[in-house]
Nanobody, 125 residues
């Protein structure tokens, strides 16, 4: 079992920054791929970024366009999402997910095995 706990969400003005963290329990983190997804009210869950166990990354370039950076600290069993130049359209609940097949930084949500409870990010205009 893997438990994921997100933190770092909040209210920020447009143009500001936030760093989300996702702390994972369990010994499988080091070999897991990790992903960030988001869901805005009335919209489907959307891929944001993912990182493989070797550090390879995938981004939703249409949405983040170089503004977001995913990283991981295996010693701390934590994955991060640095979000810069935030826009009101980034407002959503952000979810962390773990994929036991860590070789692929997959953008597909149903390829992930464990999910966190989500953290709210609100960007005001």
């Amino acid at each position: 079992q893997v438990q994921l706990v997100e933190s770092g969400g909040g209210l920020v003005q447009a143009g500001g920054s936030l760093r989300l963290s996702c702390a994972a329990s369990g010994r499988t983190f080091r070999r897991s791929a990790m992903g960030w997804f988001r869901q805005a009210p009335g919209k489907e869950r959307e891929f944001v970024a993912a990182i493989s166990w070797t550090g390879g990354t995938t981004y939703n370039l249409d949405s983040v366009k170089g503004r977001f950076t995913i990283s991981r600290d295996n010693a701390a069993s934590t994955v991060y999402l640095q979000m810069n130049s935030l826009k009101p359209e980034d407002t959503a609940v952000y979810y962390c997910a773990a994929r036991l097949d860590g070789s692929i930084a997959s953008p597909v949500w149903d390829g992930y095995d464990y999910w966190g409870q989500g953290t709210q990010v609100t960007v005001s205009s």
